[in-house]
């Protein structure tokens, strides 16, 4: 078995630095390894958007990046979106339009919610579809989902 | 593409007022939740926990012949391999099919089904010595729908399976389980009556649960013996049941801790890892967890069948149905208990029938062990018998929700199966769809289609426990044993709330394990707000109880004066004599002590649920891609306690019944085996799929629950299937029969008309 290798990383603001092996994919260096259990794992083949984080500047599956690929990286996952004890708006529109029922795919939606609110600020209902197309979720039938973003976006333009 | 709305989304039709329920607070474990703090099944960490990985079949129907495990024991940080040889052996019927779907021991009865597991120092090396276990194989032929596994010269699953032929066994092995019957009136004679007469037939493909957290269990059996269990499951104490049958100790010997659980819709009551994991620890003496793949899901876990119907309806031309026959077959996968009792108690259920008969056959095939989905057997007979009542309607030229109502089923009407039902709201149901702006807007295009459809589900009551705490600063605490898997924690905790007249914030729930509470059933059978909440309910009014009797004595009054009113106890004896809920629980130490109330009910005064929906399509000609352009779900909650998480459920169902119609389907090849094993193959909604999903919540109290409520989770996803399908006939004006309505069936259907 090949060694483990050295990886000098950013993640939610904090330089972070961890040993993997070359096999292991982000998403199991942030769990397994980081300990950082908030992202979670629906597919492990990029088609469920539950391991979503970003990276610079850009969301991924984390499922589909390897743990070397985050050398020298910015990385923001779910445990980076609060303001320490603040919510972010968009976490609060979540809570607060009932957009989440089990919860699991919630993380992934907030990563890239976040994402694309920070680009496109005032989005329509169609591009909010789009742009969360690769989140699944099971349960809500994704009505909440679009309005929590809908308001988010109204909130933070406000703020 | 979206519809402009002049109207509400989201409506509630409601019937009294209070002051926690039916509002819509914040939930108690939101926060966790989009912190990414929440604990599912596979965040779970414990010092030492050993990694697993289990073996499965790659045929879909073989005898085992032998397993040699010697080599991936061999291999570095390998800890323990099992097989079913491990477990306790003996028993017969149910607990042998059990344990063997847990792990097989003779048969191999679907790609997929588990043949032995290991524990290692991490999950890769666990991957790698399951590739190093030898299976020696004999591969048998298999059988893997409903229709074929039902004819005389089948392969043969299990040599010991007789038909139960209306409760007489057969003596010749079988892949029919059973065959039922359920009959009223003379439907011969009905059928002469009619007018109009239309038989059709219909199938269904086997489709997942699909929820987004894979199964995940750790199991630890401890150096004391007992075995202690942190999974995520709809049920602690079913998990806990079912572990101490298959491992043949007693249930108080098994802790089982629940975690946050990702979505089950009844894919989660059934144990797969959860033995398996204990069988590991068992042998190692360490924590071993064991994490499931997207693939072992849609393999190896329960999805629900594949389906068979054939629908006769009889009508006179004044709308009356005269007689009806439902014949359902469904198949139970590889062990018997398939949903086609409960399918057959639904199928007739929203109509009033003088005559009516319902067959169902229950049918074994190579497949993974069905799992109950969320109103399981229901959406299959709704898809059949709800576009045969369309045709039907159209036949004699009646408005399809009239046709309905002249028929519909209602308080005092005596179900095909027997019992009779108490007040429903499915003609309040059928109301609010016919008077909805959605029914009376215009359709514009010439490939546009509006369809509608509604379904029952019978929900159920069974065991309930709750233990509620006060605290001196006169919050209480609330436990509860009822995994939360959308939101019953705050539709629990409401329920308490409101018989303390305490702010819906000052009660706080918690979802405890099997040592913590008193039994409570899973968390399926849409039971959870109503029978745990009738848990919370009486366990609060224990708690009134008591603090009443506590300012009676401190007060030197007759409990009979006092009274609580907004969080304020008062005594009618004397109005100087008044404290708040929070003063007397400050004093509770030095008045006598701390005050717990508990419950522990198993309600019967179950209310049934009714579900419609009306739905507009876009089909394009050309390719046969369904657009859904406008939905909406009309659905009797009898109370809709937090109104939010019922609309959840409501849109949620309707998405896996969009998904199911349009969709979603196992691919199975020559061999037996699932060809699209993976959620890009298999295709669920995504948010681009979609409209929004509009909602009205019809409150019909049910009178066997103090707040009326009944159970929302299951009906929303039965009337969906046969909407769509009325919607798109509608559209291009012919029937798709089977199930999915892809675009290459309905670009068929369309060359075909
Ligand atoms: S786990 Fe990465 S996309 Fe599903
Ligand atoms: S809330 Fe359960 S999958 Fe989205």
Redesign the pocket.
């Known amino acids: 078995m090949p060694g483990k290798t050295y990886v000098q990383t950013n993640i939610n603001g904090e330089h972070v630095d961890f040993l993997c092996e070359p096999r292991q994919s982000l998403l199991e260096c942030l769990r397994d390894v980081i300990g950082l259990t908030g992202t979670k794992e629906?597919c492990n083949d990029g088609n469920c958007g539950?391991c979503t984080v970003e990276m610079d500047g850009r969301i991924v599956t984390s499922c589909l990046v390897l743990g070397v690929e985050a050398e020298g990286k910015e990385i923001t996952t779910i445990e980076g979106i609060a303001d320490g004890s603040t919510l972010h708006p968009i976490q609060q529109s979540f809570l607060e339009n009932a957009?989440?029922?089990?919860?699991?795919?919630?993380p992934g939606?907030i990563v890239a919610s976040k994402s694309l609110l920070d680009q496109n600020p005032d989005p329509t209902e169609h591009e909010i579809r789009f742009w969360l197309a690769n989140n699944?979720?099971?349960?809500?039938g994704y009505d909440k989902?679009i309005r929590a973003v809908q308001d988010a976006a109204v909130k933070m333009q406000e703020a | 593409m979206a519809t402009t709305r002049d109207y509400e989304p989201n409506v509630v039709l409601s019937n009294q007022d209070y002051n926690v329920v039916g509002t819509r607070p914040l939930r108690p474990d939101g926060a966790d939740k989009v912190t990414g703090r929440a604990l599912y099944g596979a965040d779970f960490a414990a010092a030492g926990l050993l990694s697993g990985s289990v073996l499965r079949s790659p045929h879909a129907h073989a005898r085992i012949k032998s397993i040699d495990t010697s080599k991936a024991e061999a291999l570095d940080g390998v800890r323990a391999v099992v097989t079913s040889a491990d477990f306790p052996q003996g028993g017969e019927g149910p607990v042998v099919w059990q344990r063997d779907n847990v792990l097989a021991s003779d048969k191999a009865l679907y790609r997929g089904h588990a043949i032995a597991a290991v524990a290692a120092a991490s999950p890769h090396i666990a991957e790698e010595a399951v590739s190093l276990i030898d299976v020696d194989y004999e591969v048998l032929t298999p059988v893997t729908d409903v229709q074929s596994s039902m004819k005389g010269d089948a392969p043969i699953l299990h040599d010991s399976l007789m038909t139960d032929e209306l409760g007489e066994k057969a003596d010749k092995a079988s892949n029919v389980a059973s065959h039922f019957q359920h009959v009223k009136g003379d439907v011969k004679a009905g059928f002469k009556e009619a007018d109009v007469v239309i038989e059709r037939e219909f199938t269904t493909k086997t489709v997942h649960q699909g929820?987004?957290?894979p199964q995940a269990a750790t199991a630890l059996w401890n150096n004391d013996g007992r075995l202690h269990i942190w999974c995520s499951t709809q049920g602690s104490f079913a998990a806990r049941d079912a572990c101490a049958k298959i491992l043949d100790i007693p249930v108080s010997q098994i802790r089982v801790v629940p975690l946050e659980i990702?979505?089950g819709f009844g894919g989660k009551i059934d144990v797969y890892l959860e033995p398996v994991a204990a069988l590991l620890s068992k042998k190692t003496g360490t924590p071993v967890k064991l994490v499931m793949s997207r693939a072992d899901v849609l393999q190896g876990t329960g999805p629900t069948p594949g389906s068979y119907a054939k629908i006769k309806i009889g009508a006179k031309k004044d709308g009356t149905i005269t007689a009806a026959h439902a014949y359902l077959a469904m198949e139970a996968g590889a062990y018997p208990g398939s949903p086609v009792g409960a399918g057959a108690m639904c199928v007739l259920a929203p109509y009033d029938l003088e005559n009516a008969l319902v067959d169902g056959y229950d049918v074994v095939v190579n497949k993974p062990k069905t799992a109950a989905y969320r109103a399981p057997g229901a959406p299959n007979a709704a898809f059949a018998g709800e576009q045969v009542i369309d045709e039907v309607a159209k036949a004699i030229g009646m408005d399809p929700i009239d046709f309905r109502m002249k028929n519909a089923a209602k308080e005092g009407t005596r179900q095909v199966h027997g019992p009779t039902f108490p007040r429903v709201g499915y003609e309040e149901v059928l109301e609010a769809m016919k008077s909805h702006p959605h029914y009376n807007a215009p359709l514009d295009g010439p490939n546009q289609g509006r369809g509608v459809a509604v379904g029952f589900w019978f929900n159920i009551g069974f065991d309930s426990a709750c233990n509620i705490a006060v605290n001196a600063d006169g919050t209480v605490t609330l436990q509860e044993g009822s995994t939360d898997?959308?939101g019953t924690r705050a539709s629990i905790a409401m329920q308490a709330a409101e018989v303390l007249t305490l702010p819906y914030e000052k009660v706080h729930p918690t979802v405890v394990d099997t040592d913590t509470i008193g039994f409570t059933a899973v968390t399926g059978g849409s039971r959870t707000t109503f029978a745990t909440g009738w848990a919370a309910y009486e366990a609060a009014q224990d708690v009134r109880t008591k603090m009443i009797d506590r300012a009676a004595q401190i007060w030197e009054v007759d409990a009979d004066t006092v009274e609580l009113e907004d969080a304020v106890f008062k005594s009618k004896s004397d109005p100087e004599l008044s404290m708040t809920f929070a003063e007397l629980a400050g004093q509770l130490g030095r008045s006598g002590g701390g005050i717990t109330g508990t419950a522990a009910v198993s309600p019967s005064g179950v209310g049934g649920a009714f579900a419609g929906n009306i739905v507009d399509v876009e089909v394009d000609p050309e390719t046969g891609k369904t657009e859904i352009l406008r939905f909406t779900v009309v659905q009797d909650a009898g109370k809709a306690i937090h109104p939010s998480y019922v609309e959840g459920q409501m849109q949620?169902g309707a998405v896996q019944g969009i998904g199911w119609a349009l969709n979603e389907e196992y691919y199975m090849s020559d061999s037996g085996t699932m060809d699209n094993v993976s959620l890009l193959d298999y295709r669920m909604p995504t948010s681009l799929d979609l409209p929004m999903i509009d909602t009205v919540i019809v409150e019909v109290a049910n009178p066997g629950h103090p707040y009326g409520v009944r159970g929302v989770g299951e009906a929303p996803i039965i009337p969906p299937t046969p909407a769509i399908a009325n919607a798109i006939e509608n559209a291009i004006g012919t029937r798709l029969f089977a199930l999915p309505m892809n675009p290459a069936a309905v670009a068929k259907a369309v060359m075909d008309k």
């Not at chain 1, 699944?136 to 809500?140: A, F, N, Q, S, V």
Request: proline fraction near 0%; charged fraction near 10%; hydrophobic fraction near 35%.
């Open positions: 629906g539950a957009a989440l029922q089990c919860g699991i795919c919630t939606f699944l979720c099971r349960c809500t989902i | 929820y987004i957290e990702g979505g898997i959308g949620g």
